[in-house]
């Protein structure tokens, strides 16, 4: 198995929670890719997207995460790592790529504001149309699939523990 391990999905899936809570089960390292892009350009992300735009924030992401060198760690990206190509091909290649698939209905349940959090929401796009775009792009570079559909996070957690240890079991 690859040394890390990626969390990707809609904004407010869990990627930070759960990966969090997945890393100190597997005694890794956690790394929250947003905080790791706030420290470098020593501003918050709703301010590079509010001064750069939304493109300028996503060639950011995708520098961020591209040039990410790290170890035994589960990495939490934003959402919307999933438009920069460069990003995904190094996410790829140092670690197995977990999909945390909700429902457009929870995510509009659990996003509260958008602007606050600084979803990469296009001009005239609604949460439904980014909601529709992004699914096929989390599918396709999912190496894992977890549906959190009546799951609380420790459920997610467990599951995804037995799945990472079955995939290190017939490895061996
Ligand atoms: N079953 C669940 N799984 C994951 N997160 C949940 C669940 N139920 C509620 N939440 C809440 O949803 C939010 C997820 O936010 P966050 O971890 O920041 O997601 P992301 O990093 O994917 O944007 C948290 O406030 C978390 O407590
Ligand atoms: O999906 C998105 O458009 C974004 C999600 C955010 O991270 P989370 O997915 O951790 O909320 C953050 O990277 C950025 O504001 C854009
Ligand atoms: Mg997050």
Redesign the pocket.
């Given at each position: 198995m690859k040394s890390n391990i990626t969390m990707i999905?809609?904004?407010?899936?869990g990627?930070?929670t759960i990966g969090v809570l997945l890393a100190k089960r597997l005694g890794y390292s956690f790394v929250?890719?947003?905080i790791v892009?706030q420290e470098k350009e020593g501003r918050l992300?709703?301010e590079i997207?509010s001064t750069e735009g939304m493109d300028g924030?996503l060639a950011v992401?995708n520098r961020v995460n591209a040039g990410l060198d790290v170890k035994k760690s589960v990495i939490?990206?934003?959402?919307?790592?999933i438009y920069g190509a460069e990003a995904m091909e190094h996410l790829k290649e140092i670690s197995e790529v977990v999909y945390l698939k909700m429902s457009y209905e929870e995510m509009e349940k659990r996003i509260g504001n958008v602007v606050d959090?600084?979803?990469?929401?296009k001009d005239g796009m609604t949460l439904r149309d980014?909601y529709n775009e992004?699914v096929p792009y989390y599918e396709k570079y999912a190496d894992i699939v977890i549906d959190e559909e009546g799951m609380t996070p420790g459920d997610t957690v467990d599951a995804l523990r037995e799945i990472l240890e079955e995939k290190i079991r017939l490895e061996q």
């Open positions: 999905g809609m904004p407010s899936s990627k930070s929250d890719v947003d892009i992300l709703k997207i924030f992401e939490a990206p934003g959402g919307s790592v959090r600084g979803v990469a929401l980014l992004r």
